[in-house]
């Protein structure tokens, strides 16, 4: 296909906007990282309330137990015994549950390993998507093309897709090319977060290209250019190792910045933290805010 990722779809550089409603994995230039929150101990940003160094505040919320305030439920006098989620006896949590059923990983839904050790495709749930035949999703995937409807041509895709498990983005591709559709599956170069990954058709992991759905072979806007591929057939080979970004469902630790744990059960140790110090522009002094200063000046 001549000209093949060289304009945007808009035929400008940068105007338009493809109506299609992309997939989005927490890529670098849409804060898929994210700036932390401010911490709910102190207040502070740069870290959460597990790992804050100033002393825990005194609850003072409602108690989920008896409804009082000025005590958690674990805390609770009047509170009913705990029961266990898992057999719904008292005495014990569901970690400590001598009936409870093997954990599963939550990657596979196998036993013998958690998710940080596996290297198994994931488990895959299709019971939410509509059953139709494959006829009729196939035609709803063409109306959805011409009426340039992003929605409902993804939720017409995932029906077709649940006739065919074995079905690969490189052989959609090529039916869509075949019947000269307004739908294109594009491999891109994509930044995404630490905690997510691409994911093909058959749940296996870690897929180098990013696979999004649009109604041109051009990108959008001019910063997508970088990580366009340059030609239709730079695009089908890149099908074969690309996915969509799914998380992976590990934590990252704020420790020492590996997945699969947090900070409390880091077994490195602890990085020393950076406090920022607060400057009260009224009297200068730190440790307050203006609006806590007890100088308060009024200017008039």
Known sequence: MSGWGTDDASGGAGG?????????GGDGDEGGGGQRGACFNCGQDGHNK???????????????????????????????????????????????CPNKPPDLCRNCH????LVVNCENPRKIDLSKIEDVDADVAWN????????????????AIQKYLKHFPDMTYVILEEAFRGQEM??????????????????DLQGNLGKKFTV?????????????KAGWPASAEENMARLADAG???????????NCDELGHTAKACPQD???????????????EEGHRVRDCKFIQYLH
């Open 182 to 199: 307004g739908i294109y599956l594009i491999a891109t170069e994509r930044a995404l977060a630490p905690t997510h990954t691409n994911m």
């Open 244 to 254: 969509e970004p799914v998380s992976r469902l590990m934590q990252k630790c704020n």
């Open 16 to 24: 338009g906007g493809d109506p299609w409603n992309n997939p989005s």
């Open 110 to 113: 196998e036993e013998g390993h």
């Open 270 to 284: 602890p990085n020393e933290k950076v406090r920022v110090t607060i400057t009260c522009y009224n009297c200068g």
């Open 50 to 96: 597990a790992d804050c160094p100033e002393p825990a505040k005194p609850f003072d919320g409602e108690c989920k137990g008896c409804g009082q305030q000025g005590h958690m439920r674990r805390d609770c006098p009047d509170a009913p015994p705990m029961a266990c989620r898992s057999c719904g006896e008292e005495g014990h949590i569901r970690k400590d």
């Open 140 to 155: 709803q995937i063409i109306e959805a093309a011409d009426e340039r409807d992003g929605v409902e041509a993804k939720e």
């Open 212 to 224: 999004q759905y649009r109604f041109s072979s051009q990108p959008d806007r001019a910063r997508e």
